[in-house]
């Protein structure tokens, strides 16, 4: 992550210009104009069809790394220390001279960098993109528009309200982003539904699911959830609640994204059948899955889009539903919609990213030649688009997106929480005059637009307070982040092996996910961030120095569990910490708050949406 690597890098070396732990101040200087022409030149090479340009980045991104680690070791090992005058001075000198070999690195890249330019003219072939947000009010088209599937939305209508006065369970099968989300929303949202059924209730199973969350969403969702039992209900009180409110009333629930046979068996029976026509939705990608829970065959199979409805798709999201293709770019977009093979998650993202780019030939038909190489699975052809569009956005937007792979899957992301981690994570380049929780806003805002991002609730402003990444452009994100050391997966049981990695960020996930944990690069570990979505015991292979650097500490759900683990943490760095003064060196280590203002930089413990639920505080950035 090139860019991101060098915004961080400017960041932290324009906050401690001054300091009086930077020696030379014109080396330092120097390095920050160097650091910004490397930018701006990544700023300028929107098209990435080219190898040198991405072999550049490559080389960009790690001499960004590497003179990060070198100043900020360099600071913090000071402020640290209580060393002598003369030892002190030693330490300017090793900074100074692995500085210098920094420099020469970027030199040389930036020398590379010159003649790049002048062969491929980058400048003048990139497409003109937004830089923020165009619109206050965007299009959630990912969301719940549909087109096309007439068809099949009124035979399921139909089903749902006619046939059998007993309970009956309709499964929605298809592939990752086929719309069966979309499909069963616009079921669920549609008049003569809301009229029939009593009750509806609406929840993400995901992989990542635990019985009592479930039926707390189900409740929550039907809006049959007292304040008092949301913090303080056991498990078998919501089941006796979400019984007795089911019971004797037509209702639908609707089981979005299931993807294990147990998770509807672990919630079958609380469904009472009372013979009055009430129904269960279940969608999933996964046929024995939707077999298991089915009890009126057939299956409801979602088709592929026409390339009449395509094509419908296609233009809706490039020039919105009052707009139309202009005549010169016909051809090339209906070839460039039919390459989606029907798939609507393809379409909405690549209309994303030509409704923000020029609308010329030359840069549709560059779309199209990515598109057509071999033929290629589904899977691999939706995966296929969503790189395309990921390497056609501008630099300053691909941190964010790639942010949201941190995230375990299907999660409703707390808008608040995100804008506050991506400014703490240093990520976001400054604009002058404004705020950068305000640049954060508008650049979510520019990812919605594109159909990368889902909005999800709304305020009673009508700002959007949460949103979600489809699991396929999560997917995406994982595994884009892993190749450029962005962030690393990992879980409790895997944290002895963190020495290994070379990422930046660390985020612990559930046990039930399912992730490519290959091995990095093997290197010095200096995280400057932890993320925990999980909680466990931290191992004791894991040096206190290896946090010295730390910025981001956030835990969100489980606050309990998580106070735990902190408190493993601590432990953990206290056992290490040999001296007789072992307390005061570790109060030292982590304390934050001091670091803070000897910094300038902002270190963030994001509270999660479950502690803010239950404290009614919003998240704070703080240190411990």
């Known amino acids: 992550m090139a860019f991101a ?24 200087g120097t390095l920050l104009q160097e650091a910004t022409f490397l930018q701006n030149f990544l700023e300028d090479s929107l098209q990435k069809d080219n190898e040198k340009v991405e072999r550049l980045e490559s080389q960009i991104r790690d001499v960004a790394y590497r003179a990060t680690d070198i100043v900020e070791s360099h600071l913090v090992d000071g402020l640290l220390s209580k060393s002598e005058s003369l030892q002190l001075v030693e330490s300017f000198v090793t900074f100074n001279e692995a500085l210098e070999k920094v420099m020469e690195e970027i030199h040389s890249i930036k020398q590379e960098v010159m003649k790049v330019e002048d062969e491929i003219r980058i400048r003048d072939l990139r ?3 937004s830089l923020g947000a165009v619109s206050s009010k965007p299009t959630l088209s990912g969301a719940s528009t549909m087109v096309g599937l007439n068809d099949q939305f009124e035979e399921i209508r139909t089903r749902l309200i006619t046939g059998s006065s007993k309970l009956q369970i309709l499964s929605i099968l298809g592939m990752g982003g086929i719309g069966k989300t979309t499909l069963a929303k616009n079921i669920y949202d549609d008049l003569s539904i809301k009229d029939h059924f009593y009750i509806r209730g609406w929840v993400t199973v995901s992989q990542e699911y635990d019985e009592s969350k479930l039926i707390l969403d189900i409740l929550d969702s039907m809006k049959m959830l007292p304040d008092n039992m949301r913090l303080q209900a056991t498990s078998d009180k919501l089941k006796g609640l979400l019984h007795k409110t089911l019971s004797h009333t037509r209702y639908l629930i609707v089981l979005d994204d299931a993807w294990d046979k147990k998770a509807w068996d672990d919630v079958k029976r609380l469904f009472s059948n009372d013979n009055n026509g009430s129904r269960i939705i279940l969608t999933t990608r996964l046929e024995q899955v939707a077999d298991h829970a089915n009890s009126c065959p057939p299956l409801h199979q979602v088709r592929f889009l026409n390339n009449i409805e395509s094509w419908k798709l296609f233009c809706d999201t490039v020039f919105g539903h009052e707009g139309c293709c202009p005549p010169e770019l016909d051809k090339i977009g209906k070839q460039i919609s039919q390459n989606c093979r029907g798939l609507p998650l393809s379409i909405v993202v690549i209309g994303g990213l030509l409704s923000k780019a020029i609308k010329t030939e030359h840069y549709w038909s560059d779309i199209l030649e990515s598109l057509h190489s071999t033929l290629t699975s589904n899977d691999e052809q939706c995966l296929k688009v969503l790189s395309l569009s990921y390497k056609h956005l501008p630099h300053h937007l691909r941190g964010c997106l790639l942010y ?21 994570e240093g990520i976001l380049k400054p604009i002058r005059c404004k705020r950068l929780e305000d640049v954060a806003k508008e650049y979510l805002l520019d990812l919605i637009e594109r159909n990368l991002i889902l909005g999800g609730k709304k305020n009673s402003m009508g700002k959007i307070k949460t949103c979600k990444i489809h699991d396929l452009l999560r997917n995406l994100c994982v595994r884009q982040s892993k190749k450029e050391m962005f962030f690393h997966p990992t879980y409790w049981y895997l944290l002895n092996k963190l020495k290994d990695i070379t990422s930046r960020r660390v985020t612990v996930l559930p046990h039930k996910t399912k992730l490519d944990l290959e091995a990095e690069t093997p290197s010095s570990f200096l995280p400057r961030s932890f993320l925990f979505f999980s909680w466990g015991k931290f191992p004791d292979t894991i040096e206190s120095s290896n946090f010295r650097l730390v910025r981001v500490f956030h835990k969100y759900y489980y606050p309990a569990c998580m106070s735990f683990a902190w408190e493993q943490l601590t432990e953990s760095l206290k056992r290490q910490l040999k001296s007789r003064r072992a307390e005061e060196e570790l109060q030292t280590r982590l304390d934050f708050e001091r670091l803070l203002k000897d910094f300038g930089n902002r270190w963030l413990e994001a509270t999660g949406e479950e502690q803010a639920r239950q404290t009614g505080k919003r998240a704070e950035v703080s240190g411990h």
């Open 5 to 28: 690597a060098l915004i961080y890098l400017t960041n932290t070396i324009e906050q401690n210009l001054i300091h009086h732990l930077i020696p030379d101040k014109q080396q330092i």
């Open 127 to 129: 497409p003109r993109t």
């Open 404 to 424: 949201m792979g941190i995230f375990p899957e299907d999660s409703n992301i707390s808008v608040f929480e995100l804008v506050n981690l991506w400014v703490a």
